[in-house]
């Protein structure tokens, strides 16, 4: 089976600091791989390079067996969809505008200087539920359907891989939970396969399939939630003391924080 999005010995430097350490990563095809760890451990930095956002200073990362940074952008996009933890203001333009944009990959500039939309955008505005919105202005929208719509814009591109960097910042718990549930569901429709940074382990042991731990740029811990997430993660990882427990059915993992712990 063809592994879809890879990194191979992937180093970043910012400076004297290295950000990313020989960082060996194979994501599986419709596989959810959530990359968790505590601020600056390099979740963002990987993910970039996973997109070709970023070239490393020693490594690469692969698309369909091919080097990323050696494909034309355009074919990279036909390939992946990003989703970044912000974009850059839209002003007035209307939600059915802003999602057309994704089709930019497939329809080219000339295609897009045509105008209209086609059945992707629909599909991606239906999946998304925000068709009853498409003619509003995205900065009119309460933060929920904005991320709604910029999941739709992802989807638009219509690439069987997905990336997302913390798709639930400012939005509040029940808009959390909607939204993965929504990744969640589309991921299983299309069969996508997604990587995304979460902050919350909660979330990561909740929807996804692999936790990759980061520590100090490195792969510190990678597999299903239930053998990856444990008190010894917090610990070692994110420096607290806390608790991890499953429900009665065993099916999900809650966690719960206590205090910082000491330094090693």
Not at 13 to 36: I, K, N, Q
Not at 120 to 147: H, I, K, M, N
Not at 163 to 178: A, G, I, S
């Amino acid at each position: 089976m063809t592994t879809p999005l890879r990194a191979d010995g992937v180093r970043v430097r910012f400076g004297t600091r290295t950000v990313l350490d020989r960082v060996d990563l194979a994501v599986a095809p419709g596989e959810w791989l959530a990359l968790v760890g505590r601020n600056g451990c390099g979740k963002t930095t990987l993910l970039r390079v996973l997109a070709g956002l970023h070239r490393p200073d020693a490594g690469r990362a692969l698309l369909d067996g091919r080097p990323v940074l050696d494909l034309p952008r355009r074919q990279v996009a036909r390939g992946l969809a990003v989703l970044p933890q912000a974009l850059p203001a839209v002003g007035a333009l209307t939600v059915r505008r802003l999602v057309a944009q994704g089709r930019y990959a497939v329809r080219g500039p000339l295609g897009m200087l045509g105008g209209g939309v086609d059945d992707a955008v629909e599909t991606a505005l239906d999946d998304c539920g925000v068709r009853r919105f498409g003619d509003a202005p995205v900065d009119r929208l309460s933060g929920g359907e904005r991320q709604r719509v910029r999941l739709a814009l992802a989807l638009a591109q219509d690439a069987p891989v997905l990336l997302l960097d913390e798709p639930t910042t400012f939005l509040d718990v029940r808009h959390q939970l909607e939204v993965l549930d929504l990744v969640r569901r589309l991921a299983a429709e299309r069969s996508l396969t997604v990587v995304s940074v979460l902050h919350d382990l909660a979330h990561a042991a909740r929807c996804a399939d692999r936790v990759v731990a980061l520590r100090e740029g490195r792969v510190h811990a990678d597999g299903p939630p239930a053998e990856v997430i444990d008190e010894r993660l917090l610990r070692e990882v994110f420096g607290v003391v806390g608790r991890v427990h499953a429900d009665r059915s065993g099916g999900r993992l809650g966690v719960s924080y206590d205090e910082p712990a000491a330094p090693p």
